[in-house]
């Protein structure tokens, strides 16, 4: 993978098992959006533009600098995701499963917008919580301007903690704004110390955050996949449900039962394998 600087961003050459289309796609991340030919999304400060060309990925607004201290880490892009899907591939509803999905990237996003997407996230649509998230980074965040567009950042977890809740519902949150604004000040606080918790083995993990108000065991394995590099993490949302119980787990299996059935078939690599089952799900709509 050879990486070259043109005048407005990178080209990672010939780069494997990454397409944006399935990365930004498949449920986990709520900040990117389809423009044009590509992706543009907002990572912390930054700005940036994801398009596949061929073989090659172009990164608009990244620098050299950018791609060592930032997106190299972001995109997971040191792991070889061709030899989990081999390993993966072993069982074959997941060789077809990857066939969707082959290009699924895990990406390593901040731990605190996770936290606060992830408690947007319970019983709502991906539409509907991006617009959300979207509403309460233009009250709270910062502006960030590129190409003649505004754009902003995630607020800090201080500013959540000081913010209205009549405030925070006019961003179209509901219920949830107790939650946000609970959860916002137990990190600011100090009562919830994320870094410590990315350190912490996986149970112990899940087992910290689900004392975040508005965090239930769901939400808890997708903050630790999407940002705290839990790969044995298994989400069990609906279309995860309806696909666990489709080709592994008679009707009725609780998501209690598929985690054990999932940690014991897929070990290590079952947040990987939870990927790729739900973005083939939801694709097949299957059990639907």
Same mark, same amino acid.
């Given at each position: 993978?050879?990486?070259?600087?043109?005048?407005?961003?990178?080209?990672?050459?010939?780069?494997?098992?990454?397409?944006?289309?399935?990365?930004?796609?498949?449920?986990?991340?709520?900040?990117?959006?389809?423009?044009?030919?590509?992706?543009?999304?907002?990572?912390?400060?930054?700005?940036?533009?994801?398009?596949?060309?061929?073989?090659?990925?172009?990164?608009?607004?990244?620098?050299?600098?950018?791609?060592?201290?930032?997106?190299?880490?972001?995109?997971?892009?040191?792991?070889?995701?061709?030899?989990?899907?081999?390993? *993966?591939?072993? =069982?074959? !509803?997941?060789? @077809?499963?990857? +066939? &969707?999905?082959?290009?699924?990237?895990?990406?390593?996003?901040?731990?605190?917008?996770?936290?606060?997407?992830?408690?947007?996230?319970?019983?709502?649509?991906?539409?509907?919580?991006?617009?959300?998230?979207?509403?309460?980074?233009? *009250?709270?965040? =910062?502006? !960030?301007?590129? @190409?003649?567009? +505004? &754009?902003?950042?995630?607020?800090?977890?201080?500013?959540?903690?000081?913010?209205?809740?009549?405030?925070?519902?006019?961003?179209?949150?509901?219920?949830?704004?107790?939650?946000?604004?609970?959860?916002?000040?137990?990190?600011?606080?100090?009562?919830? =110390?994320?870094?410590?918790?990315?350190?912490?083995? &996986?149970?112990?993990?899940?087992?910290?955050?689900?004392?975040?108000?508005?965090?239930?065991?769901?939400?808890?394995?997708?903050?630790?996949?999407?940002?705290?590099?839990?790969?044995?993490?298994?989400?069990?949302?609906?279309?995860?449900?309806?696909?666990?119980?489709?080709?592994?787990?008679?009707?009725?299996?609780?998501?209690?039962?598929?985690?054990?059935?999932?940690?014991?078939?897929?070990?290590?690599?079952?947040?990987?394998?939870?990927?790729?089952?739900?973005?083939?799900?939801?694709?097949?709509?299957?059990?639907?």
């Amino acid at each position: 993978m050879k990486i070259i600087a043109i005048g407005d961003g990178l080209i990672i050459k010939s780069i494997k098992d990454f397409d944006p289309v399935h990365t930004f796609e498949c449920g986990q991340c709520f900040r990117w959006n389809r423009e044009g030919e590509g992706y543009v999304g907002i990572v912390g400060n930054k700005v940036i533009k994801v398009v596949a060309e061929d073989e090659d990925i172009l990164l608009y607004n990244a620098t050299m600098e950018d791609y060592n201290i930032l997106w190299k880490k972001y995109f997971d892009l040191d792991r070889d995701y061709g030899d989990i899907k081999r390993v *993966l591939s072993n =069982d074959p !509803i997941l060789a @077809k499963a990857i +066939t &969707y999905g082959w290009g699924i990237r895990i990406l390593n996003q901040d731990p605190w917008e996770t936290l606060i997407s992830f408690i947007i996230s319970a019983n709502n649509g991906i539409s509907r919580i991006k617009g959300i998230i979207e509403n309460i980074c233009k *009250l709270y965040g =910062d502006r !960030i301007e590129w @190409k003649g567009r +505004t &754009y902003y950042t995630f607020p800090k977890p201080d500013t959540l903690a000081n913010a209205k809740i009549e405030d925070l519902r006019g961003c179209s949150c509901g219920y949830r704004a107790e939650y946000i604004k609970a959860t916002s000040q137990m990190v600011a606080d100090g009562t919830i =110390d994320l870094h410590g918790i990315s350190n912490m083995p &996986y149970e112990r993990a899940h087992k910290e955050l689900l004392r975040c108000i508005g965090v239930g065991p769901k939400v808890a394995d997708c903050i630790l996949l999407f940002s705290m590099e839990k790969g044995e993490a298994f989400p069990v949302d609906v279309w995860v449900r309806r696909v666990m119980e489709y080709f592994y787990l008679k009707d009725g299996a609780t998501p209690k039962k598929i985690k054990a059935f999932s940690a014991e078939k897929f070990g290590e690599l079952a947040g990987y394998a939870q990927q790729y089952l739900f973005y083939y799900a939801r694709e097949k709509k299957i059990g639907v």
